[in-house]
Every structure is written in structure tokens, then in C-alpha cells.
């Protein structure tokens, strides 16, 4: 609506589509737009990948050197996890918590985003710039005390069962990301 006018304001869209009826693959994919009975109008395509009945979508931000991200923990609420084998473990209606912190250390900056993403399928946007100056006094760069990250995956999306997280962080510009985090393990129990 700030873009478009207030006519644009209920304009947002959302489409599911059963991945069972694709096959396993690489893929195009596009969103439409039905102007009238005879006219259509396509957006830009996407590549995604259809494997084990679930989107596979590549990242396609290039890894450049000095974006440092760092996962400290696991948290359940306010709390650590369980634990099931040494893995963190959670219940099927919990929200897994990923701590930690990331920083443009080549720029000097803090990052432009902080992500993680669960079995390479999976991808959670995590909420960046709340306080460490733990971080900024080890790193001797008070103005990157803001650095700290919390990713929030609801574990009802990824389902139960063994998973793996890793994550990664956006270089200042956006141009960039790191490397990623290790995958680390956790774990989802049936109800």
C-alpha cells in the first residue's frame, strides 16, 4: 500500500501445491497473474529443487570472507532443552531457540540478516541486533556491541525426528553471507 496506493493493501498473495503431484527434480517456478479472461501475466522465476517430497531451494547469496557467525545454544523459552542422547530435544508444539551472534568483521559492521536453516530445506529469519558487549569487548570494537541473534523455528514445521541446523549470516551490504555454522543437531519428539 505504501508502494501501490491503498488499493494495493489486500494484494498479497499465497499459494501451497501438493510436491507428491511433482516429480523429484529441478524445477521453475513462477507466480501468475490472471489480468482478464484472455491475458495473463507472469512474475520471474525461481529454481527450486523437488526432493523427498519436500522444496529444495539453493542459496543463491555468494560466501565471502570476514562474515563471522557464531551459534552459542540451544534455548527452550528462557530455559535449556532437554536433552535426548546429548541432543537438544523438544516437544512437537515448541519453539527451538538458536543464540548466538554474527558480524561483518571484514567492514567492521554488524550484519544485515541472521538465518538458519534446518535440514538444507527449511529456512528461518532470525530476529538480529540485540546486545553483546561480551562479543564487542573480545573483539576490541565497542560499536559492534548489537551483534546477538535469536532464530525461532516452530518445531510443528520441520515435524518430528532427528534434524540439523546450521546458520548463516548476511555480509553488511547483503551482498554477501558467511560461510554458515557447523550443522548442529536437535531433535523434535512426537507427541
Known amino acids: 500500500a505504501a508502494l501501490y496506493g491503498a488499493g494495493a493493501e489486500r494484494s498479497g498473495f499465497q499459494a501451497a501445491f501438493p510436491t507428491g503431484a511433482i516429480a523429484e527434480g529441478a524445477r521453475r517456478i513462477a507466480a501468475v497473474q490472471l489480468v482478464n479472461a484472455m491475458t495473463y501475466r507472469m512474475g520471474p522465476e525461481r529454481g527450486i529443487t523437488i526432493a523427498r517430497s519436500t522444496l529444495r531451494t539453493e542459496i543463491a547469496t555468494p560466501v565471502v570472507r570476514g562474515v563471522h557467525v557464531h551459534l552459542d545454544r540451544f534455548a527452550d523459552g528462557s530455559q535449556p532443552p532437554e536433552a535426548l542422547n546429548g541432543v537438544p ?11 548466538g551472534w554474527a558480524a561483518d568483521l571484514q567492514n ?15 529456512v528461518f529469519r532470525g530476529r538480529y541486533g540485540s546486545e553483546r558487549p561480551d562479543v564487542a569487548q573480545v573483539l576490541g570494537k565497542p560499536h559492534l556491541c548489537n551483534v546477538g541473534y535469536e532464530v525461532r523455528i516452530d518445531s510443528g514445521a520441520v515435524g518430528p525426528g532427528d534434524h540439523a541446523v546450521r546458520v548463516i549470516a548476511l555480509s553488511a551490504d547483503g551482498e554477501g553471507r558467511s560461510e554458515g555454522t557447523p550443522a548442529q543437531p536437535f531433535a523434535v519428539r512426537s507427541a
Request: proline residues 8%; aromatic residues 8%.
Open 89 to 99: 530435544a523438544y516437544g512437537p508444539d515448541s519453539t527451538v531457540g538458536v543464540l
Open 108 to 122: 567492521a559492521q554488524p550484519c544485515a540478516a541472521v538465518y538458519a536453516i534446518v535440514d538444507e530445506v527449511h
